[in-house]
């Protein structure tokens, strides 16, 4: 009788140690804003490029992309996703429109963002 008394306890902790893992809240208002890097590149001779990526994180856990690209003056490119996020301190989930699930490392110093993984490559975004 003891030695199942003893299992369901040990049991138990276990299970509620598990779940208040996967519950825990963080304070995402260290990401809440916008954060943007932009690429200037003037490198070719006929060509200029400017490419520009904002990540706005909101309160309510839902996130904007903005991607614009002009060359020569003229955009090329302006198109923004949505997603919402589960910021996790050092890691961020975002979920897509269409469901895609992505992974990335974050981590905030004072104005300064670095987001990505090493698989995708990373981004250094500055607060606006």
């Not at 260290?30 to 490198?43: F, Q």
Request: with cysteine; net charge negative; glycine share 6%.
């Amino acid at each position: 009788m003891k030695k199942l008394l003893l299992l369901i306890i040990s049991l138990s902790l276990f299970a509620s140690s598990c779940t208040k893992e996967d519950t825990k809240t963080y304070d995402n208002s260290k990401i809440v804003g916008s954060w943007a890097e932009t690429i200037i590149e003037d490198d070719y001779e006929y060509v200029s490029s400017t490419s520009m990526l904002i990540w706005t994180f909101y309160a309510n856990n839902t996130a904007t992309e903005r991607i614009t690209l002009e060359m020569n003056g003229i955009t090329m490119v302006d198109k923004t996703l949505h997603f919402s996020y589960e910021y996790k301190g050092s890691t961020i989930k975002l979920t897509s429109e269409s469901g895609n699930i992505s992974e990335y490392e974050i981590s905030v110093s004072g104005n300064t963002m670095r987001l990505g993984n090493q698989e995708d490559g990373y981004f250094n975004l500055k607060k606006m």
